[in-house]
C-alpha cells in the first residue's frame, strides 16, 4: 500500500493550491485521512482530517481557508487552499489509516510528502 501525495509548488499570495493524496494498493478500506505539515525548522502539524463518512475538521490556523474531501470511489483526498499566506509554506504530507485486502488490521501510512512555498 502506498500513499502518493501531489500539487505543491510555488504560489503567490493570496492563491490557492489544491493538493491530492492517493492511496494505491491491496486496499481494502481506508478510515480517516489527515492532511499534516512541517514548515522548514518547525515541528509537523495536523492541518486537516475527514473520516470516511465525511466529518471533517480544521486546525484554527486554516480554518475558513482550507478544505479538506475525498472521493472513496478513487481512494484519494484533497486539500483545497485558498487565501494562502507566506506562513502556510511548508512541506505536506498525507496520513491515511488503511486495511489491506486480506488483513483484520488497520495500518497508519504516510506520503511522501510535497512542497508548498507561499511566495510573492
Known amino acids: 500500500v502506498q500513499l502518493q501525495a501531489s500539487g505543491g509548488g510555488l504560489v503567490q499570495p493570496g492563491g490557492s493550491q489544491r493538493l491530492s493524496c492517493a492511496a494505491s494498493g491491496s486496499i481494502f478500506s481506508i478510515n480517516a485521512i489527515d492532511w499534516y505539515r512541517q514548515p522548514p525548522g518547525k515541528q509537523r502539524e495536523r492541518v486537516a482530517g475527514i473520516t470516511r463518512g465525511g466529518s471533517t475538521n480544521y486546525a484554527d490556523s486554516v480554518k475558513g481557508r482550507f478544505t479538506i474531501s475525498r472521493d472513496n470511489a478513487k481512494n484519494t483526498t484533497y486539500l483545497q487552499m485558498n487565501s494562502l499566506k507566506p506562513e502556510d509554506t511548508a512541506v505536506y504530507y498525507c496520513?491515511?489509516?488503511?486495511?489491506?485486502?486480506?488483513?483484520?488490521?488497520?495500518?497508519?501510512?504516510w506520503g511522501q510528502g510535497t512542497l508548498v512555498t507561499v511566495s510573492s
Open positions: 496520513n491515511a489509516d488503511i486495511r489491506p485486502l486480506g488483513g483484520t488490521t488497520w495500518y497508519a501510512h
